[in-house]
Structure formats: C-alpha cells, structure tokens
C-alpha cells in the first residue's frame, strides 16, 4: 500500500511542477509582447500587435483591420525568419 502512495505523490509532484513551468512560461511570453510582435492566437488566428493594455490587445488581422482581443488568447509569437 505505501508503495503505491509513494508513486502517486511522486506524480502528482511532478505533474504540478510541469504545469507551473508551463503557466510561468506564458506569464513571461504575456509580459514580454511589444508592439509590432507577429503573433498566433488560440483559435489560430495570425496577427500583428498594434496596441497594449494591461489585460488586452489590438491585433492588425489585415491592413486597416484591427481586432481587440484577451491577451490570454495569445498562444505563441511567430518567429521572423531570417534570411542569411
């Protein structure tokens, strides 16, 4: 029986520490997005930020299209591509 207890709390462990790495890691991401970031959204859309708030963003989906959106439905910043 206890060494059953033990492995469970050995995953729950390590299962809790991943997820916190996770959450911290789009905190950071959150934190870090500046004007002019090429981002993905959770739905998949692709935009550019045109503006910052505390909770929200204005997202260029188009030339002249700008949509306010949740900073929490960022997923990812895409990555520019750099020619050498």
């Known amino acids: 029986f206890l060494p059953l207890l ?3 709390g050995a995953f729950m462990y390590f299962a809790s520490r991943r997820q916190k790495k996770a959450m911290q890691a789009t905190i950071d991401l959150h934190e870090s997005l500046e004007i002019g970031d090429r ?4 739905p998949g859309l692709q935009g550019t930020i045109a503006g910052l708030g ?10 002249g299209v700008v949509t306010t959106w949740m900073k929490l ?11 050498d």
């Open 6 to 8: 033990i492995i469970m």
């Open 73 to 83: 439905a960022v997923r990812d910043r895409i990555a520019d591509d750099i020619d």
């Open 39 to 42: 981002i993905h959204t959770t």
């Open 54 to 63: 505390d909770d929200y963003i204005e997202l260029e989906i188009a030339p």
